[in-house]
């Protein structure tokens, strides 16, 4: 039988469940298409209280978060996923505009487990997501 750990990691619909935080509306329209087509469950909010409240409800498998969110920033988002037992281990990419060399270190610092700057290819979104969820 599967451990609570296992079970949570599934996603309603069997397929792995990333929640995308950003609050511009076409980059969130392009990253749930592009992760949809990829086959994946994407659940999408605009701001970082929003944030936090579905992943603590929906315990997803990664998180696509960017740095400038309304309510919380992500680097406070990323804080309290840390802090929370049932979501330490889950995956975040940080998607940002802000890509200095501080702003990218005070996120992996904060415990993001990947950066992907904006703009970005779409391929190469699918493609750390991958590699998150294989590691």
């Not at 696509?64 to 802090?83: C, H, Q, W």
């Given at each position: 039988?599967?451990?609570?750990?296992?079970?949570?990691?599934?996603?309603?619909?069997?397929?792995?469940?990333?929640?995308?935080?950003?609050?511009d509306e076409d980059i969130l329209a392009?990253?749930?298409?592009?992760?949809?087509?990829?086959?994946?469950?994407?659940?999408?909010?605009?701001?970082?209280?929003?944030?936090?409240?579905?992943?603590?409800?929906?315990?997803?498998?990664?998180?696509?978060?960017?740095?400038?969110?309304?309510?919380?920033?992500?680097?406070?988002?990323?804080?309290?996923?840390?802090?929370?037992?049932?979501?330490?281990?889950?995956?975040?990419?940080?998607?940002?505009?802000?890509?200095?060399?501080?702003?990218?270190?005070?996120?992996?610092?904060?415990?993001?487990?990947?950066?992907?700057a904006k703009p970005f290819r779409a391929?190469?979104?699918?493609?750390?997501?991958?590699?998150?969820?294989?590691?």
């Amino acid at each position: 039988m599967p451990s609570d750990a296992i079970v949570s990691l599934i996603s309603m619909s069997g397929r792995p469940l990333i929640l995308c935080a950003d609050d511009d509306e076409d980059i969130l329209a392009l990253v749930s298409l592009r992760l949809e087509r990829a086959g994946y469950e994407v659940t999408c909010v605009g701001d970082g209280e929003a944030a936090v409240a579905v992943a603590q409800e929906r315990q997803p498998d990664a998180v696509v978060l960017d740095l400038m969110l309304p309510r919380r920033n992500g680097i406070e988002v990323l804080a309290e996923l840390r802090a929370d037992p049932g979501l330490t281990e889950t995956k975040v990419l940080l998607l940002s505009a802000r890509v200095n060399d501080g702003d990218v270190a005070r996120g992996l610092d904060a415990g993001a487990d990947a950066f992907l700057a904006k703009p970005f290819r779409a391929n190469d979104l699918v493609e750390r997501i991958e590699e998150l969820l294989a590691a």
